[in-house]
């Protein structure tokens, strides 16, 4: 867990699970022989990633941007994606201080089990929220379409992170950009799919953007890096190109959900197009 002073708000990126994913599947239409430069592949093909949500102390109290990896589905779920440490996120809030019922604002950038897996705990054999004091934040399509899974998304969409908090009614649906306090706001981001979204702070002169998994990690951030994953990849093409520009022009702060190293980078654009090099925090 590392701590980021932004102006007036306090920023913890905590370090949940880590995990493998197939490293083809992960860049998408570029060869291997290209993407194993920047990570290496284990004797499956595997790639690895870390999961990274981020904790903010703003005005109006707590909010937490990811929830991490769950550890529900047992053994073989564990066993297929070399999942470690789920639900470390806990643990990180109790040595803060912090229990989930400080967490007044859950913001799920989008449903996904590897993003939303403590939206809900097993509790006397059932599934129940998590964060019962807290408002989950979502884009009404990223729920309309996680409770609506189809054959393509199915796997990544678990009812048991999703159904209890909407049966429960803490989801609060948003649509397009919304300012939660001044200085923090919702940003839609689709591509990966069509309801994600991302954070953006900005205080004092300084702006960090959580991407989600526009940029799953600083690796990614050549446009044509785009995961096979993304349900919509022409869209998250267009949806880089839109705001990798203004990025730059901030100068700002890139916090990926995903890098196995680093949870801050910095976007350049050189003549071979736009790459993301880590920055220490404090730099």
Do not use: C
Request: charged share 25%; hydrophobic share 40%.
């Amino acid at each position: 867990m590392q701590r980021l002073r932004l102006g007036e708000f306090e920023v913890y990126f905590l370090q949940d699970a880590s995990f493998w994913l197939d490293g083809g599947a992960m860049f998408g239409v570029v060869p291997r022989v290209v993407w194993e430069k920047k990570t290496a592949p284990d004797e499956l093909n595997r790639i690895p990633l870390m999961v990274r949500p981020m904790l903010v102390k703003g005005r109006k109290g707590w909010y937490l941007v990811e929830t991490g990896m769950d550890d529900k589905q047992g053994e073989k779920h564990r066993r297929i994606y070399g999942i470690e440490r789920a639900g470390a996120v806990l643990q990180q809030l109790k040595e803060l201080g912090l229990s989930a019922g400080d967490v007044g604002t859950v913001i799920n950038t989008h449903l996904h089990f590897d993003h939303a897996g403590l939206n809900t705990i097993s509790r006397d054999g059932q599934m129940v929220p998590l964060f019962t004091n807290a408002r989950y934040l979502v884009q009404k399509q990223e729920l309309h379409d996680a409770l609506n899974p189809h054959e393509r998304n199915r796997a990544s969409y678990l009812p048991e992170n999703i159904v209890p908090v909407a049966e429960a009614g803490l989801f609060d649906e948003v649509e397009g950009e919304v300012e939660l306090e001044p200085g923090l706001r919702l940003v839609p981001l689709p591509g990966h799919t069509l309801g994600q979204q991302g954070v953006v702070l900005e205080s004092e002169g300084q702006t960090l953007v959580y991407t989600a998994d526009l940029l799953p990690t600083l690796a990614h951030a050549p446009l044509a890096y785009i995961m096979s994953y993304d349900l919509y990849p022409v869209t998250t093409l267009q949806t880089r190109k839109r705001f990798y520009e203004e990025w730059l022009a901030a100068d700002a702060l890139i916090a990926t959900p995903h890098d196995p190293i680093s949870p801050l980078g910095r976007l350049t654009k050189t003549e071979r197009g736009y790459m993301a090099n880590p920055v220490q925090i404090g730099e």
